[in-house]
């Protein structure tokens, strides 16, 4: 009985003669068994056998030639190792998953990768840095003149570079220096905390005892020039309340309201006139003029003046009204009889709008009502100070 029989090839289905007493029977013709491949290193032939499960496509020398050419390095951010080919044109520094790192835009907020070994890391999204660069425009610095990059959405668009946009000034009272705005209308004199030295204050005057306020700029005058601080309110220095007074006074001898300007008399020897008109005509009704009497006690004494005749109308001076609490006035004499026949002091007139008014009494009637005299200022473009006093009742 034979001993040989046959099997089919797997490649090419033909008969395969095979003897039982072979230990392995063959699956395929020894021309079909092996077949070639292109080797994936060096691209030459590689023969492979069929019956091979996972076949390398690649020539034994090859692969180890290839597997020296392959190093280790630590991870610059988990200091672990990783494979790398001496091939590669940029070796990494990183595992591929421990690369990159994420951060949010600073424009958008959503979140951005960046990767791990930049050296200027971004902080925005490149399409939003370009929309962004989009909404800014230039000016000329008003100081150099060179330009000034600007926001669209900036409340308040600079006029000055940041270096251009302060400079420095002496201040008047210390001579220290200090820091100016350009863009500031009203540019400071001195610093605050020396302004605070001269702040504005209320004393008492001297004469009349009521109290007046001295302005920080009179302060600043007065110790730039060396003077001494005033120490009589305006009523008391400038004679304002003999003068008034000596007006008040002329009311009663004229049945219409009196108006008062103050004139300059003299080319050389110059002498404030204080000229009193009718309200209603202009007419010029008299005059008063500051005098000096006495000599050895000097005092000032308003002289009212008819400008026609030139005689005396009366004559006004300083008085004082209480005796605990005293307050000045101005007493107005006739300059026959040398009675006093009117007293003028200040008074406070109005709630909401409160005002200083003169208040000029008779004597002789103490019953009629007092004559007020105010200060007010007259005309539009050129103004003047006039004082008004009320027609008699």
């Not at 092996?34 to 492979?48: D, K, P, R, T």
């Not at 200040?346 to 909401?352: L, T």
């Amino acid at each position: 009985m034979s001993k040989w029989y046959d099997v089919t090839c797997r490649y090419c289905s033909g008969d395969i003669h095979v003897h039982e007493d072979w230990d392995g029977v063959p699956e395929y013709h020894n021309e079909c068994a092996w077949y070639e491949e292109v080797c994936e290193i060096c691209g030459g032939a590689v023969l492979i056998h069929r019956a091979w499960d996972n076949p390398l496509l690649s020539h034994k020398e090859c692969r180890e030639r290839e597997a020296a050419k392959w190093h280790e390095k630590s991870c610059g951010y988990c200091g672990t190792s990783f494979r790398y080919h001496e091939d590669w044109d940029s070796i990494p520094d990183y595992h591929r998953e421990c690369a990159y790192y994420e951060a949010l835009c600073e424009i958008c907020g959503s979140t951005m990768h960046i990767y791990r070994g930049l050296g200027y890391p971004p902080k925005v999204h490149k399409e939003c840095r370009e929309r962004e660069a989009a909404k800014w425009y230039e000016r000329s610095c008003k100081h150099c003149g060179l330009a000034i990059r600007i926001h669209q959405d900036s409340p308040n668009p600079p006029e000055y570079h940041r270096e251009c946009a302060w400079y420095e000034k002496t201040c008047e009272i210390c001579q220290g220096s200090m820091q100016v705005r350009r863009a500031w209308t009203n540019v400071p004199r001195s610093h605050r905390e020396c302004l605070d030295q001269f702040a504005a204050r209320e004393v008492a005057c001297s004469h009349c005892g009521n109290h007046f306020r001295i302005s920080t700029g009179l302060q600043l005058r007065c110790r730039e020039n060396g003077w001494n601080l005033p120490n009589r309110c305006q009523e008391c220095k400038h004679d304002a309340l003999l003068i008034k007074g000596a007006i008040g006074a002329l009311r009663d001898q004229f049945p219409f309201a009196l108006e008062t300007t103050i004139e300059q008399r003299g080319i050389i020897f110059t002498d404030k006139v204080a000229v009193v008109r009718s309200k209603k005509t202009s007419e010029v009704v008299a005059e008063v003029k500051m005098n000096d009497e006495g000599l050895i006690f000097v005092d000032r004494v308003a002289v009212a003046i008819d400008p026609r005749t030139k005689q005396k109308l009366s004559k006004t001076k300083d008085g004082v009204e209480g005796i605990i609490f005293q307050e000045r006035t101005a007493d107005t004499y006739d300059p026959h009889s040398r009675k006093r026949t009117h007293r003028t002091k200040m008074v406070e007139r109005g709630i909401v709008f409160p005002e200083r008014v003169a208040e000029t009494r008779s004597e002789q009637n103490p019953k009629s009502p007092p004559a007020t005299t105010r200060v007010r200022e007259k005309g539009i473009i050129f103004t003047r100070k006039v004082a008004e006093t009320d027609k008699q009742k």
